[in-house]
C-alpha cells in the first residue's frame, strides 16, 4: 500500500481563520479522498481530487468552504476556511492501492476551532 | 434508514476471547466490503476486504458477508490486548465512494 503522511497533524486555530493541510503520497495516484471524522460519528467524504481536474464534491460540502488543490500525482491540499468550532475534526486523505477497490489513508490532522 | 448501521459499543472483552463486530446496510447495490482497525489518534488502517457473500480468513481475522441479509460480519480469535481499537465497516457501490459505520470501539483486558 502506499505510504500516505499528512501536515500538520493537529492545530488549535481561532473561529474566522483558514487552515491548510497537505497530505503527501509516496507514489503516484490518481484519485486522492478528502475525509471527515467528526466525534461520535461515521468517517464521511468531503471530496474526490483528481489531478487535472476541479475536485468533487459531496452533498453538504462546498469548494468555498473546503478549497482542494491537486497539483501533481503524489500531493494534495484541503483548505478548511472561515472556521469555526462545528469544523473541529479529524481530516483524513486517503487513496486507492494497486487493488481495485482499497483505499488507504493518512494518519489524519486533528483540528481544534476555539 | 442510514446507509450503513453499526453498534458503537464500547465492546470489552477478557484475552483470549472470540469477537464479532457486526454491521447492516441497507442498499442492495453495494458491491465491496472493508474492515477498517484506527488505533486511538492514528488513521485507519485496512484489515479485511471482500466483495463476495461467504467467508475471508486472514489469520486471526475472519470477515464474513451475507448479501441476502444486508449484514456483514468481522470475527477475532483469540483476542489480544493490541486489538483494543476501533473497528470500522466500510461499504462500497459502484462509485469510489466508502459508506462507513460510526465505529465499536473494542477493549481487550489482559
Known amino acids: 500500500s502506499a505510504v500516505i503522511s499528512q501536515k500538520p497533524s493537529r492545530d488549535i486555530c481561532q473561529r474566522g481563520t483558514s487552515l491548510t493541510i497537505q497530505c503527501q503520497v509516496d507514489?503516484?495516484?490518481?484519485?486522492m479522498f478528502w475525509y471527515r471524522q467528526q466525534p461520535g460519528q461515521s468517517l464521511t467524504l468531503i471530496a474526490t481530487?483528481?489531478?487535472?481536474?476541479?475536485?468533487?464534491?459531496e452533498s453538504g460540502f462546498v469548494i468555498d468552504k473546503f478549497p482542494i488543490s491537486r497539483p501533481n500525482l503524489t500531493f494534495s491540499t484541503l483548505t478548511v476556511s472561515n472556521m469555526s468550532p462545528e469544523d473541529s475534526s479529524i481530516y483524513l486523505c486517503?487513496?486507492?492501492?494497486?487493488?481495485?477497490?482499497?483505499?488507504?489513508f493518512g494518519p489524519g490532522t486533528r483540528l481544534t476551532v476555539l | 434508514q442510514k446507509e450503513v448501521e453499526q453498534d458503537p459499543g464500547p465492546l470489552s472483552v477478557p484475552e483470549g476471547a472470540i469477537v464479532s463486530l457486526n454491521c447492516t446496510y441497507s442498499?442492495?447495490?453495494?458491491?465491496?466490503f472493508m474492515w477498517y482497525r484506527q488505533y486511538s489518534r492514528k488513521g485507519p488502517e485496512l484489515l479485511m476486504y471482500?466483495?463476495?457473500?461467504g467467508n475471508k480468513e486472514d489469520g486471526r481475522f475472519t470477515a464474513q458477508v451475507d448479501k441476502s441479509s444486508k449484514y456483514i460480519s468481522l470475527f477475532i480469535r483469540d483476542s489480544q490486548p493490541s486489538d483494543s481499537a476501533t473497528y470500522l465497516c466500510?461499504?462500497?457501490?459502484?462509485?469510489?465512494?466508502?459508506?462507513f459505520g460510526k465505529g465499536t470501539k473494542l477493549t481487550v483486558n489482559p
Open positions: 486517503s487513496t486507492k492501492g494497486p487493488q481495485n477497490n482499497e483505499q488507504f
Open positions: 507514489s503516484q495516484v490518481t484519485m
Open positions: 481530487a483528481n489531478q487535472g481536474s476541479e475536485a468533487t464534491y
Open positions: 442498499n442492495s447495490a453495494f458491491q465491496y
Open positions: 471482500t466483495y463476495s457473500s
Open positions: 466500510a461499504i462500497q457501490g459502484g462509485s469510489e465512494k466508502l459508506v
